[in-house]
């Protein structure tokens, strides 16, 4: 996996802890969303790191992108969890006092929230750059920066029963899903239980023609079929059938249907709470489950 070196590094922290580091990271964000860019500036000294040709980002530049809209987010949110406006029960108040594991934590964000109530979180994830990233997210947003560790959502270096609750935040995509709810069952206690909010496969099936629509790009509807074909031979066969080359990596996402998001977590004991399992209008699924 990719890393920044230590020279990347700081120059990464000096230039978003800098006087043009707002600047910089809204033209990162612009670029990373295809937006129109806000800061000349910013896309400027984004050049100047290596992070982009033009206005468009390079390898180390999609890298660093990851984080800096993760932070995007937190900020539009003002610090709340994602979806807790819709799904009541993500508020970050609903895990005080419990031990919650957050699988493809990213640069950390989510973990931001909920440092703000008592209980023990940390994260895990398997890209280093989000995890060099985090401190300084954590600097920029006043936070003090969360406990994470650098593991795959299908083998983390936690001792099984060590949680309450294991989180997935629209990362689910990226896991072989059928290793990683195994990994679920193993580091959760007694009552523990299974949060996962992400895209299934029969809402990203209709989107895939609107953005085509909407787009004409070819290139993304070919990354789309790829993903609806990827998703259809995992349910069927458990793996994908195309893949970058590497353990534990994945080329594309997949987005099992809810059908077969339940299946899987009744094998390994859970039951999915049907009431409060809830349709988020971004088409997401925030699915609650429990040990049956």
């Given at each position: 996996?990719?890393?920044?070196t230590?020279a990347?590094?700081?120059?990464a922290?000096d230039a978003?802890?800098?006087p ?6 809204s033209?990162?964000v612009d670029m ?6 806000s800061?000349d500036?910013?896309?400027d000294?984004?050049r100047e ?6 206005d ?7 890298l660093v992108?990851?984080?800096l809209?993760?932070l995007a987010f937190?900020?539009?949110?003002a ?7 819709v799904v009541?029960?993500?508020a ?6 419990k ?11 989510n973990?931001l929230g909920?440092?703000?109530?008592d ?5 895990i994830?398997?890209?280093p750059v989000?995890?060099?990233i ?5 600097r ?9 560790v650098?593991?795959f959502a ?14 997935c935040?629209?990362?689910h995509q ?7 709810i ?8 007694p009552?523990g239980e299974v949060?996962?909010?992400?895209m ?31 998703t ?27 059908r077969y998001?339940r299946?899987?977590?009744r094998?390994?004991?859970f ?6 399992t809830?349709?988020l ?10 040990r049956?």
């Amino acid at each position: 996996m990719r890393r920044l070196t230590d020279a990347e590094l700081t120059a990464a922290r000096d230039a978003l802890l800098g006087p043009e580091g707002n600047a910089l990271r809204s033209a990162v964000v612009d670029m990373t969303l295809g937006r129109p860019i806000s800061s000349d500036a910013g896309a400027d000294l984004a050049r100047e790191l290596g992070w982009a040709e033009g206005d468009r980002l390079t390898e180390v530049g999609q890298l660093v992108a990851d984080p800096l809209r993760e932070l995007a987010f937190y900020e539009e949110r003002a610090g709340t969890m994602a979806s807790q406006d819709v799904v009541p029960r993500l508020a970050k108040q609903n895990y005080a006092g419990k031990r919650v594991i957050e699988l493809g934590s990213g640069g950390g964000c989510n973990l931001l929230g909920l440092g703000e109530v008592d209980g023990w979180f940390v994260g895990i994830d398997p890209m280093p750059v989000s995890l060099q990233i985090m401190p300084v997210l954590a600097r920029i947003a006043g936070r003090p920066c969360p406990v994470a560790v650098e593991a795959f959502a299908e083998q983390v270096p936690f001792a099984g029963g060590s949680f309450d609750v294991t989180l997935c935040y629209s990362a689910h995509q990226y896991f072989d899903v059928d290793a990683a709810i195994a990994e679920m069952d193993r580091l959760l206690g007694p009552d523990g239980e299974v949060i996962i909010v992400g895209m299934s496969l029969w809402p990203f099936i209709p989107e895939t023609a609107v953005r085509f629509a909407r787009t004409r790009s070819l290139g993304t509807l070919k990354y789309d079929l790829v993903t609806i074909a990827n998703t259809a031979w995992y349910q069927l066969r458990g793996r994908r059938l195309f893949q970058t080359s590497g353990a534990n990596t994945t080329g594309y996402p997949i987005y099992p249907s809810g059908r077969y998001m339940r299946r899987r977590l009744r094998e390994h004991g859970f039951e999915v709470d049907e009431e409060t399992t809830t349709r988020l209008p971004s088409d997401e699924t925030a699915l609650f489950a429990r040990r049956a």
